[in-house]
């Protein structure tokens, strides 16, 4: 069975919701360590009931401006649905992991599937301020 925006699966009294959320890593981080960052923030995510929909690697870009003092980083982009507190806790997790430069997370308007567009979000919380 299908389910729509109003039939949302309920857990703990609270609508689960599809979410997005940005990090971008420190670039003198190895491929494996990249890696260990990565599945830290999906495991976040499973530990606090949500469910993993996709992960987009985007790898090194380079910044328009200097992040505490990076002129690149490495980006990873992870849709999942969960629960209201999981942008709470990401951004609790984001802020002590000194590898993590800059993160966003936005809750994501359906249209009847899972996000695929840019258009319609809701901003949760940032951290993104002038460089550092």
């Known amino acids: ?8 699966e309920v857990i703990g009294g609270e609508k689960l919701r599809i979410y997005e959320t940005i990090f971008v890593l420190d670039p003198s981080l190895d491929e494996h360590a990249i890696q260990k960052e990565i599945e830290k923030v999906e495991q976040l995510i499973i ?18 401006y200097p992040i505490k003092k990076k002129l690149q980083g490495y980006y990873t982009l992870v849709y999942f649905e969960g629960a209201g507190n999981i ?3 990401l951004e609790r997790s984001y802020e002590l992991n000194e590898s993590c430069l800059r993160y966003l997370t936005v809750v994501s308007e359906e249209k009847g599937k899972q996000p695929e567009g840019e258009e319609n979000k809701e901003v949760v919380k940032t951290n993104a301020s002038p460089s550092e």
Do not use: L
């Open 87 to 89: 942008p709470t806790e």
């Open 1 to 8: 069975m299908m389910k729509t925006m109003e039939q949302k």
């Open 47 to 64: 530990n606090h009931q949500g469910r993993i929909i996709k992960n987009e690697k985007w790898g090194m870009k380079k910044f328009a």
